[in-house]
C-alpha cells in the first residue's frame, strides 16, 4: 500500500462509477462480462487454480491476493479504451464497490490509503514471495 495517492470515496459512490464505467464491459454485477468476471467467491476453501484447469474462474475475491493491485490496476488500464481517465476518488470508489459484491468490504466502506491496504483478501496467503537474487534489478 505505500505510495497510494490522496483520495477516498465510499462504496455508494463507487456503484455509481461502475455502472457509467465499468458495467458495458464486466456486467451490471460483475458476474455477466463480456469482459473478465470480478465477482465470485468460489471456491471458498483452498486454491486449486494450479491443480485444477478450467473449474474455477480466478475473480478478485477469491484470486488476487492484495486490494492493492486492484487499485494500480484499475488506475493504470481501465476502462479498456481509455486507460488512465479515472480519478484516484474514482478508482477508489470503484475498488471499494468491487471488494464490496465480493463481500469483503461492508456496504458503508470508504477506501483510501489507509482502509485500502488492510482489507484482508482471501488469496493473499497463498502466493510465493519471488526472492530470487542476482541479475539486474528491474523496477
Not at 28 to 56: H, K, S
Not at 102 to 116: E, K
Amino acid at each position: 500500500g505505500a505510495g497510494l495517492p490522496p483520495g477516498s470515496a465510499s462504496v455508494a459512490e463507487g456503484a455509481r462509477v461502475y455502472a457509467a464505467k465499468c458495467a458495458v464491459c464486466h456486467g451490471p454485477t460483475g458476474t455477466e462480462g463480456p469482459n473478465d468476471r470480478l465477482v465470485g467467491r468460489e471456491p471458498r476453501e483452498g486454491f486449486p487454480f494450479g491443480a485444477v484447469r478450467g473449474q474455477y474462474r480466478k475473480t478478485v475475491g477469491n484470486y488476487w491476493p492484495y486490494a492493492t493491485t486492484l487499485y494500480d490496476y484499475i488506475r493504470r488500464a481501465m476502462p479498456q479504451l481509455t486507460p488512465g481517465i479515472l480519478t484516484s476518488n474514482e478508482t477508489y470508489a470503484v475498488v471499494g464497490y468491487i471488494l464490496n459484491m465480493n463481500g469483503l468490504v461492508p456496504a458503508d466502506a470508504v477506501m483510501d490509503a489507509a482502509t485500502l491496504p488492510a482489507v484482508e483478501m482471501p488469496a493473499r496467503d497463498r502466493f510465493v514471495l519471488d526472492d530470487r537474487e542476482g541479475g539486474p534489478e528491474v523496477r
